[in-house]
């Protein structure tokens, strides 16, 4: 089984920064993309930025310029940089692994770890 554990949540200020780090344990051959969703009470989940293997990025468009999606892959680590946080940004944010093979064979699979709380508030 593959489990993503995320860190680095909390309470911030506006205009502050925190660094998100999600890291995918188990049987792993390899990773698609890995990416960061989040949701907001009362909201649906929604996309906040995916990086594939090869360091392709892909970001909503109310987070570019301030946040920064990484990689590494011999990790199987994935970080969000967010920076100039606002009162909007605060959500429950998911780490996503997408078409993940446990062996070189075997089916694709996605996964979901169990989200970390952002809030940014004075």
């Known amino acids: 089984q593959v489990q993503l554990v995320e860190s680095g949540g909390g309470l911030v200020q506006p205009g502050g920064s925190l660094r998100l780090s999600c890291a995918a344990s188990g049987s792993i051959f390899s990773i698609n993309a890995m990416g960061w969703y989040r949701q907001a009470p009362g909201k649906q989940r929604e996309l906040v930025a995916t990086?594939?293997?090869?360091?392709?990025?892909n970001y909503a468009d109310f987070v570019k310029g301030r946040f920064t999606i990484s990689r590494d892959n011999a990790k199987n680590t994935v970080y969000l940089q967010m920076n100039s946080l606002k009162p909007e940004d605060t959500a429950v944010y998911y780490c996503?692994?997408?078409?993940?093979?446990?062996?070189?064979?075997?089916?694709?699979?996605?996964?979901w770890g169990q989200g970390t709380q952002v809030t940014v508030s004075s």
């Open positions: 990086i594939t293997s090869d360091g392709s990025t």
């Open positions: 996503n692994a997408d078409q993940v093979r446990v062996h070189r064979y075997s089916s694709k699979y996605d996964f």
